[in-house]
């Protein structure tokens, strides 16, 4: 991937992030298993570190 390409995928997680996260607030708020989407947030965060390992050698 070139810069842009990670660049533009860095947004898009962090835009599903923030809506699953909104998502998550509400399941909580019901009383049910915040669980699945705990998971989820987590395997975006990791992706999201990855993706910014990549864009910052890149850089380098």
Do not use: F, T, W
């Not at 708020?29 to 570190?49: D, F, S, T």
Request: charged letters at 40%; a negative charge; zero cysteines.
């Amino acid at each position: 991937m070139d810069k842009r390409e990670i660049e533009l995928k860095i947004r898009e997680l962090k835009i599903d992030y923030v809506r699953i996260q909104a998502d998550l607030e509400k399941v909580v708020n019901v009383g049910a298993n915040p669980h699945q989407g705990e998971k989820i947030l987590e395997e975006m965060e990791q992706e999201l570190r990855s993706l910014y390992q990549q864009l910052e050698a890149l850089e380098k």
